[in-house]
């Protein structure tokens, strides 16, 4: 027998329907966008890396700062680059998933914080900080704009050709921070052409970090 009253039922009908979306619904639907946004990969040990890395320190103290979440998902890929770097197969592979879906400077990003740049570039940032609404605008800054105050040296490089896009780019932005930065036998291009760049950034203060198979050059402007 229907009701008298169709539009109780109906109400009813809801309450009942939202009641049971009970936390394990929540969580599992939760988990099923997050399988989705990763679902590009194509590799279930990566997926699971991914997932790790959001638990991670890094990526806790990103999610204060960082508020575009595309960005902040690649900070978390790159820290996945980061945890894959003594698995080649799979970390060639998630680098030419990263360039697939989100172009050479999604990439970039994901490897700027896979090198550790982002870490001490934010450590520069914290020497001068005025507010943290002003720290969180030059953390969306640098990743947003990455291609222009920031050089990534691949293994296939030229000395000259790094030593001119060194010039063009410091000419053309003046960036505040210029980043240099090379892995494996790209890092041998970086170290041999420290002298160069010492005179492209003749205003700028020099820092170098060196670890293992890494070399990162930091420039920053004099004031």
Known sequence: MSSDNPISD????????????????????????????LAFIEESKT???VREQYR??????????INDKKLLFLVKLGLTLRKL??????????RGKI???HRIDGLHIAEFVQ?????????????????????????SYILNNIEKHT?????????????????ILVNSHSPEIFIISGFKSAAKIVADSIDSFKIILKDYEFERFSSGEKETLFFKRKI
Request: aromatic share 6%; glycine share 6%; hydrophobic share 35%.
């Open 10 to 37: 109906v109400a009813e009908g809801v309450s009942k329907g939202v009641l049971e979306w009970t936390k394990e619904n929540i969580l599992s639907l939760l988990q099923k966008l997050k399988d989705r946004k």
């Open 47 to 49: 997926i699971e890396i």
């Open 56 to 65: 991670s320190g890094e990526a806790k103290f990103y999610q204060s700062y």
């Open 85 to 94: 770097e003594n698995d080649q197969e799979r970390l060639q592979n998630l």
């Open 99 to 101: 360039l697939q879906k």
């Open 115 to 139: 090198n550790g740049v982002l870490n001490r570039y934010v450590g520069i940032l914290l020497e001068k900080l005025n507010s943290i609404e002003k720290l969180k605008e030059d953390i």
């Open 151 to 167: 050089i990534f040296v691949q293994g296939t490089s030229k000395k000259s050709e790094i030593i001119k896009k060194t010039d």
